[in-house]
């Protein structure tokens, strides 16, 4: 089982970036939990950050054919890409979303989730579990 991890913008500054909102942990902290679940659960995973829409929908068509999964966090551009919303049709690979933060209890700017029309399920508010939580889900899912 393969699966594409995808990390949209400012997701590279966790750490630095609110502590109060997304915690203290640095990205790589991330990444690390990432490629840990993976391994202990026999997934081959590729990790990706952008900061640019363009290049994660470009990342998600390359998918296509590769991928069984993919787990996204799209960041701000889950509020605002139709085009994301668009890619993950088009390869139609199982998705789930994943938000660090509570979104449902934040600004009313955050309450539209476009990617989140495309994805099979979606956790937020549990932090960085919510990524383990994303990929076991979704193993248990594919494994059926
Ligand atoms: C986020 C929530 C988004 O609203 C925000 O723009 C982010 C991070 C989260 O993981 O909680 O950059 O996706």
């Given at each position: 089982m393969t699966f594409l991890i995808i990390n949209g913008p400012n997701i590279n500054m966790l750490g630095i970036r609110e502590p109060s909102v997304y915690g203290a942990q640095n990205f790589d902290a991330l990444q690390q939990l990432?490629?840990?679940t993976c391994a202990e659960n026999g997934i081959d995973c590729e990790l990706f950050q952008s900061n640019h829409e363009g290049a994660i929908v470009d990342k998600i068509q390359e998918a296509y054919g590769k991928a069984d999964g993919i787990v996204i966090n799209p960041a701000a551009y889950t509020h605002t890409s139709i085009a994301i919303l668009d890619a993950l049709k088009a390869v139609s690979i199982p998705a789930v979303e994943v938000h660090i933060s509570d979104v449902k209890n934040r600004e009313d700017f955050r309450q539209i989730s476009y990617a989140g029309m495309a994805?099979?399920?979606?956790?937020?508010g549990l932090g960085f579990d919510g990524y383990r939580q994303a990929i076991l889900y979704l193993k248990d899912y594919l494994s059926k």
């Amino acid at each position: 089982m393969t699966f594409l991890i995808i990390n949209g913008p400012n997701i590279n500054m966790l750490g630095i970036r609110e502590p109060s909102v997304y915690g203290a942990q640095n990205f790589d902290a991330l990444q690390q939990l990432i490629r840990d679940t993976c391994a202990e659960n026999g997934i081959d995973c590729e990790l990706f950050q952008s900061n640019h829409e363009g290049a994660i929908v470009d990342k998600i068509q390359e998918a296509y054919g590769k991928a069984d999964g993919i787990v996204i966090n799209p960041a701000a551009y889950t509020h605002t890409s139709i085009a994301i919303l668009d890619a993950l049709k088009a390869v139609s690979i199982p998705a789930v979303e994943v938000h660090i933060s509570d979104v449902k209890n934040r600004e009313d700017f955050r309450q539209i989730s476009y990617a989140g029309m495309a994805c099979i399920k979606t956790y937020m508010g549990l932090g960085f579990d919510g990524y383990r939580q994303a990929i076991l889900y979704l193993k248990d899912y594919l494994s059926k």
